[in-house]
């Protein structure tokens, strides 16, 4: 994998923008397939999601042949509640690209059968010829989309049950009340987003240190979901240098000076 660290959050959130924006041009040069990404929600992709939101306007890249899949969503949140992740797509992003409606795919958390949505989901994502990127936040337990601790790393799209410290977490949108923060969601699976071609994860702020140091420097681990990029052949960690705070100076230095050599 490689880190790829700046001082701060907003420059590494802009970096990662601009670097999805060439993945798409650049096979939009080669292919007239889609291309096929994978998207989270939470506080740390807003301002890639801004910055992507920006080239779109200035006509430096186009959604309108990119087939989005989001990796999870709430159970039993109403899709127009303004914390579900439907809402939070559409207010960061939709709303502001040209991505076709019928291009965008999110978890329904209120389908009658919920086994049979997450059997579909993964089916669509096969359909459409797999990720060719996606792009994942990391929760402060270590968790890739809502792959909490002890998830198999081999799991797929399917109902999970959210730990409590991520309901404390999460509640903060909630009117601080983790009574409100839904139990359950449906979530794609760690191997979903391992079997994309590349991943990105973003991990900006000091409460993200802790995870990053397992994801990055312990070994892969269900205790960690996100440490399974370890075994990806095109895995990037992009962070903040408040997320990189409890790397060895060793592993610091080794990633800036990659960054350095290949002039990321
Ligand atoms: P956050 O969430 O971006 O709101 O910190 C990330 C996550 O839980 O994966």
Sequence with gaps: MKVIIREKAKD????????????????????????VIGLCTGSTPIETYKE????????????KN???????????????????????????LFDYIDEPAQNIHILNGNAPDLNAECEAYEKAIRDAGGFDFFLGGI???????????FSPLTSRTRVVTLTEDT?????????????QVPKQALSVGVATVTDAKEVMILAFGP?????IHDAVEGGVSHMCTVSALQNHPAGWIVCDEAAVGELRVNSYKYFKAVEAAEKL
């Design 52 to 63: 992507l939101s920006r080239l779109v306007k200035e006509g430096k890249v186009s959604f």
């Design 167 to 179: 309901r404390i977490v999460n509640s903060r949108f909630f009117d601080n009340d983790m009574n």
């Design 207 to 211: 409460k993200k240190a802790r995870a």
């Design 66 to 92: 990119v087939i989005s899949f989001n990796m999870d969503e709430y159970v039993g949140l109403p899709e127009s509640h303004p914390e579900s992740y439907h809402s939070f797509m559409y207010h960061n």
């Design 12 to 35: 590494a959130a802009v970096w990662a923008a601009r670097y999805i924006a060439d993945r798409i041009n650049e096979k939009a040069a080669k292919t007239s397939e889609p291309f």
């Design 139 to 149: 929760g402060e337990d270590g968790h890739i989309a809502f792959n909490e601790p």
